[in-house]
């Protein structure tokens, strides 16, 4: 079975610097997606980046980047000039293949709270 | 821009009562999930569910819990005789699931406090 492991329950940065959150996986596919969401406060799941496995080229999104080592299983998130606003709990996500109608559910890590000092 | 509505954002109910939590997915997507989240916990699935039947279900997914699209757009969860410990947020989430638009949307939550 598929697992997620972040093993950063907490991590801060100063507001306008760089962090990395990271997370690790465990699959015996070859082929599958992973993803990044934040949760703040109001507990919404905000998508932030997605990345193929195949692609081997790292996805970014503004701010946000990915690290994807697949041979290590490692997908970490790098977020560039810190804002206020990204304060919330950010959780790593596989997606599976699915069955036969692919239907692709996700498996969570545990989470990270980050917390942005001004 | 599209999103995935859940209603109630809070429900709260006692113990060994019937609660029904209803979803309106993204109007184009054709697969839906229910995920659970106790608090301070992670997000664990439920149930996935694709052209009227259930696709995949966790082992949280027991008896009590069912699913239902009564509609052309409306997706339900049931539980039937609520415990203490389905206190949690659910999530709905909505997919086209096609080849690169396999993104899960989320709602908001709705928040069940069994009393």
């Known amino acids: 079975a598929q697992t997620v492991t972040q093993s950063q329950p907490e991590m801060s940065v100063q507001e306008a610097e760089t962090v990395t959150l990271s997370c690790t996986y465990d699959?015996?596919?070859?082929?599958?997606?992973l993803f990044w969401y934040k949760q703040p406060p109001s507990r919404q799941m905000i998508l932030v980046i997605r990345q193929e496995a195949y692609k081997q080229q790292n996805a970014t999104e503004n701010r946000f980047s990915v690290n994807f080592q697949k041979a290590a299983k490692s997908f970490s998130l790098k977020i560039s000039d810190s804002q206020l606003g990204d304060a919330a709990m950010y959780f790593c996500a596989y997606r599976t293949s699915g069955g036969s109608s692919n239907t692709g559910k996700l498996i969570f890590g545990q989470g990270t709270t980050l917390q942005v000092k001004p | 821009e599209p999103e995935v509505t859940q209603t109630p954002s809070h429900q709260v109910t006692q113990m060994g009562q019937e609660v029904i939590l209803r979803c309106v997915p993204i109007s184009n997507h054709l697969y839906f999930y229910w995920y659970r989240q106790i608090l301070g916990q992670k997000v664990e699935f439920l149930v996935s569910f694709y052209n009227n039947e259930i696709s995949e279900k966790s082992e949280i997914f027991d008896d009590q819990f069912s699913v239902e699209r009564p509609d052309g757009s409306n997706f339900t969860l049931k539980i039937r005789s609520t415990k203490l410990e389905d206190s949690a947020m659910y999530f709905c989430?909505?997919?086209?699931?096609?080849?690169?638009?396999?993104?899960?949307?989320f709602g908001a939550g709705t928040r069940l406090s069994v009393l």
């Open positions: 699959t015996s596919e070859s082929d599958y997606y």
């Open positions: 989430a909505s997919s086209e699931n096609r080849v690169g638009k396999n993104i899960q949307y």
